[in-house]
Every structure is written in structure tokens, then in C-alpha cells.
């Protein structure tokens, strides 16, 4: 039974045709069938009594040919581009299946927004996320591994799986910050410099009355409802949209223009 229900999930994937951003036709076509896990699927759904598999055994197919990691909106998103209709309700109920049998891992985004990526059991990696245009890089160190074993260990715990996440910037997005930008485009944790304004007249004033000059440095704590709170000299400030927009500032900072490590350049390079 499990063997006929991966045949007709293949079939039906198959004719889907191209439904990923950036996958050509030809692409898709020699991409690696994931026969193993979806006949896995068909049998652990077989043996739960689940009475419509198909639709989850097509949809692991195309999570596994996914080249991002997935929120239930995208995933949605990209199954319809492939002519596959499916709600954001049911791919969140779906990838959270997936979570459960193992076929996934869930994963907490800075804000909170949940997002998928498939399971590779034995092989555990940690992430880099980029607050600013929202780049994840998957990496593995083993002494990052035996660090969190001795800190479960010291602290009496028995270490059973953990998620590392590091937020930061990205090599691209610090590179746009060393050459300037409006203060609107920072994003929470950063500390910048102003370097100019494009604002009025009055509005300059009232800035240079706050005591936000050329020169100034701001902390970026976040942002509400448009404006950015940035803290200046100890003192919180939030600046709405028009004045965040004409604010120009440049990263400063020991991270603002530093260079990957040898480990780092050894890793792109692999």
C-alpha cells in the first residue's frame, strides 16, 4: 500500500511542473525524487489511519525541493505558483504534521514568525540569520556542540537537542551600511553614526535641539508602528517615518567593517 501511494504522490509531482522561484523546467525535471522519505511518509501515514495522504505525500515532495527555508505562507505561495491550491491554514497544518513524524524542524524567526526546513537526522547544524535582508546560513561547529554539552552539564541538565540561532548582518548588508543610509532602513541592535540630514530646515532644528547632530551615534533598539527608538546619550528617542527617512547614518561599530575569520573564508570556500 505505502509503495502505491509514493508511486501517485511521484505522478502527481511530476505534474506540478515548475512551481519554485528561480527552478527552470529543465531543472525540475532532473531533480532527485525524494522516494525514500515519501515512501517513509506513506507508511507512517498508512499506519496512523490517515484517511486523505496523498496531498502530504505531494506537498513533502515539494518541500524537499524547496531552496529556502519555508513559513507556511510561502510554502502556500509556491505550491500555487505550480497550479496546487493550497491555503496558508492547510500548509501550516501540514508542515506542523511534518514536524511531528520528523520530517521537519521547526525554527523561531527574531519576530516571532515560525518557518520549516527539512530534517536531515544525524546531521545537526545551527543558523546565521541577517536582521537586515533576511539571509539564513546553515553551519556546524562541533566545539559550539561540546560547549552547550558542558553548560547542560554544569547546570545539572541532560542536553537533549537545542536550536542556535545567531542574528546579525550579513557581509552584503554591512558593506550597504559602511557606504550610508537612511536611519529608517537600521534594524534593531546596530549602532550607527549620523552623517547628514535631508530633512527641512525646522525639522534639523528640532533634531539639533534633541541633541541629534552630525556625529551623533544611536543605539537601534527597534521599531513601532514606523518609527524607529534609537537611544542617544541614555535617553530614548522615536523618530517617525519622515524623519527616520531623512536621517543619513553609517555603521561603526567592531562589526561594521570586519572581515570573515580563516574558519569563515575555509567554510564559503567549501
Known amino acids: 500500500m505505502s509503495r502505491m501511494l509514493a508511486h501517485v504522490a511521484r505522478r502527481l509531482h511530476r505534474r506540478l511542473g515548475c512551481y519554485l522561484a528561480g527552478l527552470s523546467p529543465g531543472e525540475a525535471a532532473l531533480a532527485p525524487p525524494q522516494a525514500r522519505e515519501t515512501e517513509s511518509l506513506a507508511t507512517l501515514l498508512a499506519s496512523l489511519g490517515y484517511q486523505d495522504p496523498v496531498e502530504p505525500l505531494l506537498m513533502l515532495e515539494a518541500f524537499h525541493a524547496a531552496t529556502e527555508h519555508l513559513t507556511p505562507a510561502v510554502f502556500s505561495r509556491l505550491l500555487k505558483d505550480g497550479g496546487h491550491s493550497v491555503s496558508e491554514i492547510r500548509a501550516a497544518g501540514v508542515l506542523d504534521l511534518f514536524s511531528s513524524l520528523g520530517f521537519a524542524e ?9 518557518w ?13 540569520v541577517c536582521s537586515g535582508c533576511g539571509r539564513t546560513v546553515e553551519f556546524h561547529r562541533p566545539d559550539v556542540d561540546l560547549l552547550i554539552e558542558k553548560i547542560a552539564g554544569d547546570e545539572d541538565f541532560r542536553h537533549l537537542h537545542h536550536q542556535l540561532v545567531i542574528y546579525g548582518l550579513c557581509p552584503e548588508c554591512r558593506r550597504r551600511r559602511h557606504d550610508g543610509l537612511p536611519l529608517a532602513d537600521t534594524t534593531a541592535g546596530e549602532t550607527v553614526e549620523v552623517t547628514g540630514f535631508t530633512l ?3 525639522l534639523n532644528q528640532r533634531l539639533s535641539d534633541l541633541g541629534l547632530r552630525r556625529g551623533s551615534r544611536l543605539k ?13 546619550d541614555g535617553c530614548r528617542l522615536a523618530l517617525g517615518p519622515e524623519i527616520s527617512a531623512g536621517v543619513m547614518v553609517r555603521a561603526v561599530g567592531h562589526h561594521s567593517g570586519h572581515k570573515p575569520s580563516a574558519h569563515h573564508r575555509r567554510q564559503r570556500q567549501h
Open 116 to 128: 520549516y526546513e527539512p530534517s536531515r537526522p544525524g546531521r545537526h547544524h545551527d543558523h546565521l
Open 200 to 202: 527641512a530646515d525646522d
Open 220 to 232: 537601534i533598539l527597534g521599531e513601532r508602528s514606523g518609527a524607529i527608538i534609537a537611544l542617544l
Open 106 to 114: 521547526r525554527r523561531f524567526a527574531e519576530d516571532g514568525q515560525v
